[in-house]
């Protein structure tokens, strides 16, 4: 059998929309994703815990995990380095989301690099899916990878936050990348 778990849930705003925070009882993070991408965040606490074992409780007052993400949108970029997070997941996909906090804050790296990073030079598309997997983004930064070629590829949250966010942490994007800028919610 399983463990169950409770998890609070927090809706937090910021200039790219509403942020979900997913926080155990220790205040661990679980997982972040973006309001309109609820789906895939419950698809991957299934993942991660089980299918019905995760219920998440509406927090009432902002927790320290909110405020420390908002010391990070206000310019604090290194404010959620030693964020604490906890996640389900094979030891592989572990092993990818600890070199992803390794990326600084502004820079960004490859699927390649970061294959080459943890020793596995041959498993760049394993790479590519653990960190589609990571549940939590931001903090454990998949937006700081980039194609080969210096694209954007895929984020969860949509490549207009994945730019955002690149940018917003001073990031050198290539034009094409930079391009259009998103709307303030």
């Keep these: 059998m399983q463990d169950k ?3 609070c ?3 937090m ?12 009882s220790d205040n661990i993070v679980r997982a972040i ?6 789906e895939r965040m419950h698809r ?3 993942l991660h815990y089980g299918a019905g074992n995760v219920t ?6 902002p927790s320290s995990i909110r405020r420390t993400l908002e010391r990070y949108l206000d310019g604090d970029l290194a404010a959620i380095d030693d964020l604490p997070v906890k996640t389900g997941g094979t030891p592989f996909q572990r092993e990818v989301w600890q070199a992803l906090r390794q990326i600084p804050a502004g820079q960004t790296t490859t699927y390649g690099d970061l294959a080459t990073q943890i020793g596995r030079l041959k498993a760049v598309r394993a790479v590519g899916l653990a960190n ?8 454990v930064p998949c937006h700081r990878v980039i194609g080969a070629n210096a694209s954007l590829t895929g984020y969860g949250g949509g490549l207009e936050r994945k730019r955002w966010l690149l940018e917003h942490e001073g990031a050198r994007l290539p034009l094409e990348a930079a391009a259009p800028k998103v709307k303030k919610a």
Excluded: H, K, Q
Aim: proline share 7%; net charge negative; charged share 25%.
């Design 5 to 7: 778990f409770s998890f």
């Design 9 to 11: 849930l927090e809706r």
């Design 13 to 24: 705003p910021t200039p790219v929309g509403c942020m979900l925070l997913i926080i155990d």
């Design 33 to 38: 994703d973006w309001e309109g991408y609820e």
């Design 44 to 46: 991957l606490l299934r």
């Design 56 to 61: 998440l409780d509406d927090t009432l007052r």
């Design 132 to 139: 589609g997997a990571n549940p939590v983004g931001v903090v």
